[in-house]
């Protein structure tokens, strides 16, 4: 069906549909159609004639109100309580202390070991050191946090405020970049949904530290990227020349020669991908991933006007303004997040090897800055790659999707009668925050991946690629440091995706309006009842999310697996 300039990543002008609403993700493939800009830029689906003159404002509502709604939502569960547990989770006893000192001064400092009761205790009177501290991340996820801190004080609520923030906006921006993926407003909200009910993403929402961040500017990067798919198709479809009917005709010279110039939303992406490299080095992989994804886009658009060597227009046309919009943009993003450090003084009161080049290694042509920066750069990859430490809550990257380990980020056992034990019971309770993803939700997921795989693989379909390529750019690069100390909680970098690919799924068990009504019947019923399986586990372990005290014979029912204890 394809020939020989068929690709996984994209789609092709034969087998792509125009819309892709719930009805037609499982359909077989339709017709050549005769207008090609029906193809290479489908449009979103509405009512036909005068029913859309009449709704077309309210449909127009519909599809902000929809996200804003289940963004609402979302917000609810992450900033009730925020505050509790008062105490630092987990790796919050670095993330929040380092946060404080960048946005104070610029760099990392080092803090005594009693830092984290005085802080609970007497924020107020916590004295910032005057030695630098020793940081194996970059610093836009302590900016991040730092925010939140200088906002709202050192307290709990302040620490997380911005990481909750930003999972509330990542709920919305998922269900703005499902409707375009789809083109179907109820498929978009429903992968909003899912993210704003799963147990990982409501847990790192609520918690100070840097994958939720980095998460974040990694979707931020893909419905950027979605975007400019969509515009750049649009000008190219304008270009085409129109036959009598006022149709849309490929044109082999145009579709080859046709050149798309300033693409700002790349840029953007090149900025958001920047932002993710500067909180963790997870990003690059991501940055190298999405640029070969999108560049692939732009050879399918060539395809779809008519050029007969797309790959030879693309890489003549769009490889490197694609990489000039992306990998120089990233880079200066990822510097300029350094500005704290690098202004600080290089004479032993600045940051950690910020003078390293005046005393060490000095002399060279670079600038010191830059010298001592990327020594302080080796330093941090030397320790990452031989981090093998055991730890009782590290998890291999092949048990995450079926949450083989999850982390307890803070556990306490009340005794009957005091914080919310009953007095009633007769042995102490049990009170944990819990990373662990909405069970049914992940378990779901592990199928609809293969679902994915099936479509981008077997129908060639460019959106069940763009999924599969986000999550694989999130997981598969772990698989290669078997050997390093991992945790599941790095897996909520590619939740969203996770999240479309169940909706993609159940798009389809929805089915179309021509199957028969008892067909119908059935893929309604099951996708029902698989949606509200997931919500109900989401509310059955939202004691163990949120950090509230239950009797301990309620905890033991929730520990599924013998794993998770």
């Not at 939303?265 to 991908?273: S, V």
């Not at 202004?343 to 800055?369: E, H």
Request: proline share 7%; aromatic share 12%; glycine share 10%.
């Amino acid at each position: 069906m394809l020939g020989a300039q068929g690709s996984l990543l994209y789609d092709d002008p034969v087998t792509s549909t125009a819309t892709s609403t719930v009805a037609e993700l499982h359909a077989p493939s339709p017709p050549p159609r005769e207008d090609v800009r029906a193809i290479l830029v489908p449009p979103f689906p509405r009512p036909p004639g005068r029913l859309w003159a009449a709704t077309g404002a309210v449909a127009l509502m519909a599809t902000w109100a929809g996200p804003l709604l289940v963004a609402l939502v979302a917000g609810v569960l992450r900033f009730a309580n925020l505050g509790s547990p008062k105490a630092l989770l987990f790796d919050e006893t670095y993330y929040v202390k380092d946060a404080w000192a960048t946005f104070q001064q610029g760099y990392e400092a080092s803090w005594p070991k009693s830092t984290d009761n005085a802080i609970l205790s007497h924020p107020e009177q916590v004295v910032l050191p005057t030695e630098a501290g020793y940081a194996v991340h970059p610093p836009v996820g302590k900016w991040v946090i730092g925010l939140g801190e200088w906002m709202f004080g050192l307290t709990p609520f302040g620490w997380r405020s911005m990481t909750a923030v930003l999972g509330t906006l990542s709920v919305l921006m998922l269900c703005r970049i499902g409707r375009r993926l789809f083109r179907s407003t109820f498929l978009g909200c429903l992968a909003g949904a899912l993210l704003a009910v799963d147990g990982l993403h409501l847990v790192m929402s609520r918690t100070a530290l840097l994958d939720l961040v980095l998460m974040f500017f990694v979707l931020a990067a893909f419905g950027a990227l979605l975007i400019d798919r969509d515009q750049a198709r649009a000008r190219l479809a304008a270009a085409l020349p129109l036959d009598r009917a006022g149709r849309t005709r490929p044109d082999p010279l145009v579709a080859r020669t046709f050149q798309l110039r300033l693409r700002p939303w790349r840029i953007a992406a090149g900025a958001c991908l920047g932002l993710a490299c500067g909180t963790k080095w997870s990003g690059l992989v991501v940055l190298a991933a999405f640029g070969v994804m999108t560049v692939l886009w732009d050879a399918a658009s060539r395809r779809a006007a008519g050029a007969g060597t797309p790959y030879a227009a693309m890489l003549r046309h769009d490889a490197l303004p694609a990489f000039l919009s992306t990998v120089p943009v990233a880079i200066v993003v990822y510097v300029v997040s350094w500005t704290g450090w690098i202004l600080s003084p290089d004479n032993g009161k600045g940051g950690y090897y910020r003078n390293w080049a005046a005393t060490q290694g000095g002399g060279g042509r670079l600038p010191d800055w830059l010298t001592s920066l990327w020594h302080y750069h080796t330093e941090v990859y030397t320790f990452h790659v031989g981090l093998n430490q055991d730890h009782s809550y590290e998890s291999g990257p092949w048990s995450w999707l079926v949450l083989g380990r999850p982390v307890s980020y803070f556990y306490e056992s009340p005794p009957p009668g005091s914080n919310g034990c009953p007095v009633t019971e007769t042995a102490s309770c049990a009170r944990e925050v819990l990373a662990l993803g909405t069970p049914l939700l992940w378990w779901a997921g592990c199928l609809a991946l293969l679902y994915v795989l099936w479509r981008w693989t077997v129908r060639r379909d460019w959106r069940a690629g763009a999924i599969a390529c986000a999550m694989g750019a999130g997981l598969l690069p772990w698989l290669n440091y078997q050997e390093r100390t991992t945790f599941f909680f790095y897996a909520v970098l590619f939740v969203p995706y996770l999240c479309l690919a169940v909706a993609m799924m159940v798009g389809a068990m929805l089915g179309s309006g021509g199957w028969k009504e008892r067909r119908w019947a059935v893929g309604a019923t099951g996708a029902g009842v698989l949606l509200l399986m997931i919500v109900w586990s989401f509310v059955y372990f939202w004691p163990l999310y949120t950090g509230q005290t239950l009797p301990i014979d309620a905890w033991h029912g929730r520990m599924w697996l013998d794993t998770w204890v």
